[in-house]
């Protein structure tokens, strides 16, 4: 059985914009973030592609992951992940093969198949292009070969690209990614920090259709994980509700700017959308770092997970940085 401290564990940050910020600001918090898990331990930094979205900033992945990359030194830093459906195969072993080049061993490619925004804006991003979640499977077998070694027949190549190997993960917040990770005998990543309720069914479904491949000789499972340390309870609770600010505009469709904390969010919720952000964040570690021991050690009893990628969307930067720093604190022992 897993132990906590035998756990890696990462960063997905969302690339937060401030309602009184800016994508700038947030671009600079971001790299400034990546420095400092890198120097608690972190195992990655990754950041993930969303469109027409105004408190997200991390829109062009691969162009802020060469910005990420060249600010760091150790940690490894990828997508989590690129929407695959929005790009040619080509283009991203081309942009990823080049942060690989440039990079060497520090680069992860997550890929997704939505279209990380609404279907208006995925047609803005395809124009004459036909990609869709169907294409998945065929997408990512074109693209594994482009990263790979180049055959003797080989008429198109990724240049810088190919001969790279950059690993390439399988993300997904239902079983259909899990069961063709597991055929593919790729790593998968599963987005528990927002949608938590199919977690335990897509672990088992990528577990029993895992086949040994040349990248992977068993399965290997990453759970995502929204997270909210502070140095007391009382405190992590009080700074959540910038989180369920957010989630709760989400669903509303309104802006995604980060509000700052309140006292309450009684007034500010119903009844089912109090419940509704409570299902999406159910697997969030809010609290102190005793209370979030506790809540990851059931969580890796349960799971027996490989690695944790935990994102943290709160208002004050600073407040952001002290909460990887006493995660880190725990997941050490």
């Not at 790729?186 to 040994?212: C, D, G, Q, T, W």
């Not at 969580?299 to 930067?317: G, P, R, S």
Request: charged share 20%; glycine share 8%.
């Amino acid at each position: 059985m897993k132990q906590l401290s035998d756990i890696k564990f990462s960063t997905l940050d969302l690339v937060p914009v401030r309602a009184n910020g800016s994508a700038a600001q947030s671009l600079r918090n971001s790299l400034d973030l990546a420095q400092h898990v890198e120097k608690f331990g972190y195992n990655r930094f990754w950041v993930a592609e969303h469109h027409n979205m105004d408190g997200i900033a991390s829109s062009a992945t691969s162009v802020l992951l060469g910005y990420l990359a060249g600010g760091t030194s150790t940690i490894r830093v990828g997508s989590g992940g690129v929407m695959l459906p929005n790009h040619a195969p080509l283009v991203i072993a081309e942009q990823f093969g080049t942060l690989e080049s440039l990079y060497p061993g520090r680069i992860d490619l997550g890929l997704g198949r939505a279209p990380g925004s609404d279907q208006m804006t995925a047609r803005a991003l395809r124009r004459e292009r036909s990609g869709s979640a169907d294409d998945f499977p065929e997408d990512v077998a074109e693209l594994v070969r482009y990263l790979g070694p180049r055959t003797p027949d080989q008429r198109i190549i990724a240049m810088p690209g190919t001969g790279t190997n950059v690993p390439i993960w399988l993300l997904g917040s239902s079983l259909f990614s899990a069961q063709l990770a597991g055929e593919r005998g790729l790593p998968y990543a599963f987005a528990s920090h927002f949608a938590p309720r199919f977690m335990h069914e897509a672990i088992r479904v990528y577990r029993n259709h895992f086949k040994p491949s040349a990248i992977l000789d068993k399965p290997y499972v990453m759970l995502g994980v929204p997270l909210v340390a502070a140095d007391t309870d009382e405190q992590a609770d009080y700074l959540a509700t910038s989180v369920y600010q957010r989630i709760l505009a989400l669903m509303r469709g309104q802006s995604l700017v980060q509000r700052p904390p309140v006292k309450t969010m009684d007034g500010l919720w119903l009844p089912h959308e109090k419940e509704a952000v409570g299902d999406f964040l159910g697997l969030a570690m809010v609290g102190s770092p005793q209370k979030i021991r506790a809540k990851l050690e059931v969580l890796i009893e349960q799971t027996q997970a490989d690695e944790l990628i935990f994102t943290c969307d709160l208002y004050e930067h600073a407040d952001r940085v002290h909460s990887y720093e006493l995660l880190a604190q725990v997941m050490k022992g």
